[in-house]
């Protein structure tokens, strides 16, 4: 999955009540808009659900609370989703219009009119039966009033579709209707006639945003309105419908319809109809769906079509629609439009985004068991749909989308942004099997092995699937007997390495690091590493099974990584599976293995770790070397008046017995730490340090925090200090006195600063400025008081390091023209040995030179003018045709003459 995309796991909203009606009744969800008189409406945060025989509940997601509910008699049920609008009058005045449509004993749209000004609120309710067709309301939205004599500019009407393609506009406030479009004003304008049309989808949106994308190749349609389209001033409502006709050759067709401005009379009668402006045939499948749910982008004239399991999306930017793509999601029950280039997809069991563009799985969540369907193939009952995570509406300024699952109302919110143009890198190895790709057909599609990658891939010898089950058959064998040697036999055959007790004379291995069949890595790390229960039930990461030459393979040549070990034990069976490795687990394993630290120097400094591993490892050495102070582990050691040890007769023996090889082992590893290993901690300490340096700033902050306590952060911090302190760091360049001070073996380089100062940094954010305040920040031995001390003495320490680089700078200033003549005469005179044949082999001169002398005075102790330094003659020349010849003696003194000025004085000093 693309890790630009992160679904959080759902939480409820509100619990909704349940239908009286538990085997048909259903919920209905529909948006609540909001603006100002005369403004754009734009999305609220708010949702309106309608629950048949309760009544329709107002539920701002944002806060999770109810806004406000209004009651329906038991026997109405919804026909459509409510459509709500909150508008401020002022800034003590708001309205909410709440209109819906059901059916009982008789149609009838309602009215829920609230005004609320200041601490007082009045409601109000009004309905309205309908007339004309009996077929139920599957749309409704309101439109700007129709501007006339008798009404006014900011008011609003009700505009409502039926099943048929009756439209109907009513008085936004009595109900009253205004105008009534008649079923046939569709299809007037489509190339075939439409036989009984049914309306599947219909949507509001205005002139200008239709002229931007859905009918953005039809720019002769606008002359029908009598002003030019702007976005600010001329801009009326138009309306798109998706119908479906026809019985033996159904198909599904597009409207795009402007609303009558004022009574027409034609031949037909129609004294109110719409105005078609653009009428279109979707592409039918081969095998056509009666159920099918839509979502429209008008800005950017897209359609997608949810039908048996296939989304497909539509493009309507050209003259007629195109199929853009197709995308195979099985159980497919609902969808959610994210952006141009991700879609959220709900099979009630999990929830998917992908992107229709590449056909690949961007983020992907199951369903909690709560709301979890759990539905089979062909399991469609009604108690299965009513469990159906079923997605509503997407909420692009909180990231979060909404669905109904079962009688709740749940939330999920989506972490990261998407791209303006989804791009090819985003969907790498992310694609959606047995998908059919754009411009291939199932006759000229040839399906090619996996097996066949093995040859390109570098590190994979290719060995097939037989062979390879053979060759580990024998290895599986000496891993479960424990038979070390038998088993690095055969892994040094395969990794290209000699381990046997001969010394090969060959030293050369066989095979390059990289060369070695990746498969046979993760087999030895599969082998090495095990999960395993502690005391307390919690599962970590052991080292079973300890091959040394195998194990010193791995970790010299990089591939002791976290990654390669989740990899390598991702399959073994736990009751609870862990996706990744917990932070310094792999550090814990290894230093069990090994107390003497060893090995975790060379995890340190071969293997790549992350911020947290490399903490891990830091905290490891720091506990070694002593460094937290009288922490929790130096005061479990302390002497408690507890339970007395009862022991038998038989068992004192083996206890003292056991008591004394561990004091023998405690000593042996003391002597080892004070001699031979002496180093070996304070190595692996400044390697870890300078490896988590190079981590990005903010992981270093965060891994501190989740990583260490507050009190090993700062126990960090000393050892920060004492570094720059040994470092001569806080010493002045020009002060003599503390030259004694400075430990002249620490050999600290010249970039030591940076990391320093950048880990006291990270360190200090870690703690925050609560911590300091707040007195979190207990110093080594534990005392809250000395935070302050401890903060003036890190200013007085950055002072003085700030002063010794402002110094360092000076001196280099001084000395850049010294150092820089320096470096050019060492350049100009380096040795130079002539061939034992060459001239200057056989010409040996004995002539007797003066000896120079230094002279004491102030003269000679200047630098030359202009800082150049006299260039060595070379000891070779180009030749005829470009042979490179060497000089001989007699070019090499001619060219000396020649460098020697008509007057010149030489002075010998004696």
Sequence with gaps: MSPRF?????????????????????????????GAPGSKKRKRSELAVGVDGEGVNIYDISTSRLVTSYALPPQTSFTCPPTSLRTRISKREVERRTYVSTK???????????????????????????????????????????????????????????????????????????????????????????????????????????????LKDHHGVFSLFPQEISEDGFNPDILVVITRSG?????????????????????????????????????????????????????????????????????????LPTELSQLKVKGAKSFLRLSNTSIMVSTGTVITVYSPKFQSIMASIKVPSPWNSNLGAGDETEEAEKNI???????????????????????????????????????????????????????????????????????????PEKSWKQEKKAMDAAASAGDIAEFEAHMAERLGESWGDKVST???????????????????????????????????????????????????????????????????IRPVPLEFIPAGQLVDALVELDPTMDLLRVLVSRNFLGAAELLGAIRALMESLELFGEGAAAKQKLLTNGEELHLEDGDVEEHLTALEAEAEADLAMAEYQ??????????????????????????????????????????????????????????????????????????????????????????????????????????????SFEAEELISSLKLEVSAALEGVEEAVYLKG????????????????????????????????????????????????????????DQQISRLRVGAGGEVQERSARDIGRLKSLKVGKYSLERIVI
Excluded at 173 to 178: G, P, R, V, Y
Excluded at 184 to 200: C, F, I, N
Excluded at 551 to 571: H, S
Excluded at 837 to 853: F, M, N, R
Aim: glycine share 8%; hydrophobic share 35%.
């Design 506 to 572: 060959n030293e050369k291995p066989k095979l390059n690091p990289s060369e070695v069949d990746r498969r046979w890595v993760i087999y030895a790390l599969t082998k090495i590493f095990a999960w395993s229960n502690d005391d307390n039930g919690e599962y970590k990461l052991t080292i079973p099974f300890y091959p040394p030459n195998v194990f010193m393979w791995l970790l010299k040549t990089g591939n002791m990584t976290v990654a390669n070990i989740e990899l390598a034990i991702r399959n073994q």
């Design 104 to 214: 009982g004993p008789q149609a009838e749209i309602t009215l829920f009119h609230d005004v609320t000004v200041g601490p007082e609120a009045q409601s109000s309710t009004v309905t309205h039966k309908l007339e004309h067709s009996k077929e139920p309301v599957v749309y409704m939205g309101t439109v700007t009033a129709t501007r006339d004599s008798a009404a006014a500019i900011d008011t609003l009407d009700l505009l409502i579709v039926k099943r048929d393609g009756e439209i109907q506009c009513l008085d936004g406030d009595k109900l009253q209707e205004k105008w009534t479009s008649p079923a046939s004003a569709l299809g007037r304008d489509a190339t075939t006639p439409l036989t009984d049309a049914k309306v599947e989808f219909a949507q509001l949106t205005n002139a200008y945003t239709a002229s931007q994308g859905i």
């Design 389 to 463: 995570f079923n997605l509503v509406s997407y909420f692009p300024r909180l990231n979060t989308a909404v669905a109904i699952a079962d009688n709740d109302l749940v939330a999920i919110q989506i972490e990261g942004k998407s791209r303006a143009a989804g791009l090819l890198i985003d969907s790498l190895g992310c694609s959606v099997l047995d998908q059919m790709r754009p411009g291939r057909t199932v006759s000229g599609s040839t399906n090619v092995g996996l097996i066949t990658m093995g040859s390109y891939l570098p590190g994979s010898i290719g060995m």
């Design 6 to 34: 992160t679904l959080q796991n759902p939480y409820v909203v509100a619990s909704l009540p349940r239908p009286i009606d538990h085997s048909n009744g259903r919920y209905v969800v529909g948006d609540v808009y909001g």
């Design 674 to 783: 004070l001699g031979p290993g002496s180093g070996v901690r304070g190595e692996a300490l400044s390697i870890a340090l300078s490896k988590l340096y190079t981590c990005p700033t903010n992981t270093i902050v965060y891994a501190l925090q989740t990583t260490f306590t507050t009190q090993e952060v700062v126990s960090l911090i000393y050892l920060l200090r004492f570094e720059l302190a040994r470092g001569g760091w806080t010493s002045r360049y020009l002060d003599d006195e503390q030259l004694d001070i400075i430990d002249n073996e620490a050999g600290t380089p010249d970039n030591t600063i940076l990391v320093i100062s950048s880990l006291l940094n990270n360190c200090v954010d870690a703690v925050g400025a609560g911590g300091w305040l707040s007195g979190d920040a207990r110093l080594v031995n534990g005392d």
């Design 814 to 869: 001084l000395t850049s023209e010294m150092i820089r003549y320096g470096n050019a005469v060492h350049k100009a005179w380096e040795p130079r040995e002539p061939a034992a044949d060459g001239p200057a082999s056989k010409k040996q001169k004995t002539s007797h030179k003066p000896v120079i002398l230094p002279s004491s005075d102030q003269d000679s102790k200047l630098l030359p003018l202009g800082l150049k330094a």
């Design 247 to 319: 019985d033996l050759t159904p198909s599904r067709n597009v409207h795009v319809v402007a609303l009558p401005r004022k009574p027409s009379t034609s031949l037909d009668g129609l004294g109110h109809s719409v105005e078609s402006l653009l009428t279109a045939s979707l592409p039918s499948p081969s095998e056509f769906q009666e159920k099918a749910s839509f979502s429209i982008h008008v800005s950017a004239g897209i359609i997608q079509q949810l039908s048996s399991n296939i989304l497909t999306t539509f493009s309507m930017n050209d003259t």
